[in-house]
């Protein structure tokens, strides 16, 4: 009965100090802030630290997982501070008992018997050196035990632990002393840090090396006493000096590292970020583009965006030339900047023409002078040059033939197409979409620029940029895959004669491909291409949107894309869908050479058709023709021409194909429209065959002039045309006086004069 009566007792004994314990847990409960209390930081692909973010008290701490240290570090660790780490239940009683008998015996506290969980408990809730400060530290430690695994204790202690001034954890003790990983610690480094916590402003090697190598050294004893590591290795550490020094916190890609911080929630717990920076290349980057401001007008500042195009993954990010330069405004942020994008969104024009059947890279195209009212666009480098196919005009970033492609397409419906592939045009206050569109007349960001051209090589779906790993992978459909793969090949045709690609190698030029692009007055110079699979976006401007002289595309944004094109190349090159082939086409129809009557194919051309779709050339209106591409007639046996009401018998039905009218004076005579219609037979003099075109008649053609004295030569504007209807250009500009030509400068010169009937004709002149 006694016995039945002690257990029952002990049995109600430990329920109650059961009960005692758990509403004593729930009435002063853990308190883990220090954990999640604001400190953020920014990684590279391969966890490396690109920015850190001290929270509020300035405190810096790299979060580390135990997988994370070196093993060496945890050695050291443990043999110094609780060799049997894992096997008490956070409180050692035999440590505890070993340090109270040698406090008795020495009259001073000699060894403090805490193991690694008081520790934590003891940095989670400080408390002073008291007995009653120590018995509350043995209950937290037994707290812990009771809450949290021993993996998760000791990671607590590897990021809370104080390694001097404001720096917590191994992680950060690790890249501040040594700059390096705490997986990458040696032996001396882990004995050195191991000791750190226990006194770390006492300790500090950067300040106190003495102490610190003797601590460093009593530690390694240690470690052959315990027989951890061999006496004779032990021996050759301790000859080692300590090396330590204050590495500064990193500052690598510091604007993507302040937006992502800023993306965070506003709460005490600010996650780290890992994103899918390539660290070393973003350094790299860095110093070349701070370099390369040098050769760049003062406060100039440019963006570099670099994204896998098939994926998303943002590999390099720098948002400014300068972080550190306020005279370049480094602090703004250019790749988030709307900023006019120039001719960098013709590719997307043509695309989706070719989509749509309209043309197709060797289409015909005309580089001629157009005048709408007050509507009067003319080519970045000034004059025209008459017939072109698509690819040349893209390649040159001609802007009439692109105006001329938009005429038949919808700039509203074009501008829905690339909003709803992520690119969210900026339109001015009060405007409409409309063809200032491929001319720089709208505002785009560089990242948007990016996402767009993605969709060349990933089969016409742009990819939205992921910056953390955290981000799934989003795209939105831009273009089919078969137009997109035309436009990307065009874009892959820069190895021509003249270009810059000439320095490019053989196999450069194979995997890459941009477009160029300048907004109005110089403000903004652009490049955005694809070296294999990578995306890459240039910027280069003044982040106060202030005109730079000579800011152009080519010759400021295009030597840096180049040297940027270097460091990404994985030969990747888009497959050729299956509905796109090689076919001939012919000038001026644009059809398939086979679809072309004898005697019609002027030229011959190679173009990529889909679905052996060939458009025919866009039709223009003409004075002569109307908007005919071709004419029929029937031609008699001597070689002229009849209609159907003065045909003989033995006339036969032909035709010829049209060049548009306004390409006319840039052929030979013998190409020309008028000139291979063959004459009117005699029996059909009633239809009228008159036919005057239009024609300079105050210079001609190759003429040289010599200025005298470096006085302005006065040239006389006259045609066989009523002067009144006439609109001149020269080199592209158009003349305010069109009855004489005032020229200062030597050199070479177009003269243009348009007719408002649309008919043209030019000369090209020197002055010498």
């Known amino acids: 009965m006694r016995h039945l009566t002690w257990k029952l007792s002990l049995s109600i004994g430990l329920l109650i100090l059961a009960i005692s314990l758990f509403i004593a847990d729930k009435l002063a409960p853990l308190n883990l802030s220090k954990l999640n209390d604001g ?378 197409r690339l909003n709803n592939a992520g690119l969210s045009l900026r339109w001015p206050q009060y405007a409409s979409p409309n063809k200032a569109l491929v001319l720089g007349g709208v505002g785009i960001k560089l990242e948007s620029l990016v996402a767009a051209y993605s969709a060349l090589i990933n089969q016409g779906q742009a990819i939205t940029p992921r910056y953390k790993k955290s981000e799934e992978i989003t795209q939105q459909f831009l273009l089919s895959p078969a137009s997109a793969w035309v436009v990307q090949n065009i874009l892959r045709q820069q190895q021509q004669p003249g270009r810059i690609s000439e320095q490019l190698s053989e196999h450069q030029n194979k995997l890459i491909g941009w477009k160029t692009g300048t907004s109005y007055d110089n403000r903004d110079a652009w490049v955005i291409g694809f070296s294999g699979r990578y995306i890459i976006g240039v910027w280069i401007g003044r982040a106060d949107a202030v005109a730079l002289p000579n800011n152009t595309g080519s010759e400021h944004a295009l030597p840096l894309f180049l040297q940027v094109s270097h460091h990404f190349n994985d030969n990747f090159i888009p497959q050729r869908p299956t509905n796109v082939a090689r076919h001939s086409i012919c000038w001026p129809s644009g059809k398939i050479i086979t679809d072309t009557a004898e005697g019609n194919c002027l030229q011959q051309k190679e173009a990529w058709l889909i679905d052996e779709h060939a458009p025919s050339t866009l039709p223009n209106i003409s004075p002569n023709f109307g908007n005919r591409l071709s004419i029929s007639f029937y031609l008699e046996p001597n070689g002229t021409r009849s209609n159907l009401l003065c045909a003989s018998e033995n006339a036969v039905l032909s035709s010829i194909d049209l060049w548009p009218d306004a390409l006319n004076r840039w052929l030979d005579k013998t190409s020309q429209n008028q000139y291979r219609l063959p004459k009117l037979s005699a029996k059909c003099a009633l239809e009228s065959a008159t036919y005057s075109p239009l024609q300079i008649s105050s210079i001609k053609p190759e003429s040289h002039f010599i200025k005298t004295n470096n006085k302005s030569l006065h040239l006389p504007l006259r045609t066989n045309k009523p002067p009144q209807n006439i609109t001149w250009f020269l080199n592209g500009e158009l003349i305010d006086n069109k009855l004489e030509l005032t020229v200062d400068l030597r050199g070479s010169y177009q003269l243009i004069a348009l007719s408002k009937n649309g008919q043209l004709d030019k000369v090209n002149f020197f002055v010498e």
Do not use: C
């Open 39 to 416: 400190v953020t930081v920014v990684s590279d692909d391969k966890g490396r630290p690109l920015r850190a973010f001290a929270n509020q008290d300035g405190i810096w701490r790299y979060r580390v997982s135990a997988d994370n240290v070196s093993p060496y570090y945890l050695q050291a660790l443990f043999t110094y501070e609780d060799r049997h780490f894992y096997g008490h239940p956070g409180v050692n009683p035999f440590a505890m008992m070993r340090a109270v008998g040698q406090a008795i015996y020495h009259g001073k506290a000699v060894s403090g018997g805490s193991t690694i969980t008081m520790q934590v408990a003891r940095l989670l809730h400080p408390n002073k050196r008291t007995i009653v400060g120590k018995v509350t530290q043995m209950l937290r430690a037994l707290q812990l035990e009771w809450h949290f695994s021993k993996t998760q204790i000791l990671e607590m202690y590897l990021n809370i632990a104080p390694f001097g001034g404001p720096i917590e954890g191994i992680q950060a003790a690790s890249y501040v002393y040594f700059d390096k990983p705490a997986s990458e610690l040696t032996k001396n480094e882990a004995a050195l840090l191991a000791v750190l916590p226990q006194s770390p402003s006492r300790y500090r090697p950067d300040r106190y090396p003495k102490r610190a190598l003797k601590a460093r050294n009593k530690l390694l004893d240690r470690m052959v006493t315990y027989q951890q590591w061999p006496s004779d290795i032990v021996s050759t550490l301790k000859n080692d000096p300590i090396y330590a020094d204050y590495f500064s916190h990193p500052n690598i890609a510091p604007l993507l590292s302040r937006r992502l911080k800023a993306s965070l929630s506003h709460t005490a717990n600010s996650p780290d970020i890992t994103t899918f920076i390539d660290g070393d290349i973003q350094e790299q980057l860095e110093h070349r583009v701070k370099n390369y401001l040098h050769r760049l007008p003062p406060k100039s500042s440019a963006a570099v965006l670099v994204m896998d195009g098939l994926n998303g993954e943002v590999k390099a990010y720098l948002g400014s030339g300068d972080f550190n330069d306020d005279d370049r405004l480094g602090h703004v942020d250019m790749i988030k900047a709307i900023r006019s994008p120039g001719s960098t969104l013709k590719p997307f024009v043509y695309g989706d023409a070719i989509e749509g059947g309209l043309i197709h890279d060797q289409s015909l195209l005309h580089d001629t002078p157009i005048i709408k009212g007050d509507y009067r666009p003319h080519n970045f480098s000034g004059g025209y040059s008459g017939p072109v196919s698509t690819s040349d005009a893209l390649l040159r970033s001609l802007n009439i033939p692109v105006v001329q492609v938009l005429n038949y397409g919808a700039s509203a419906a074009l501008t829905a």
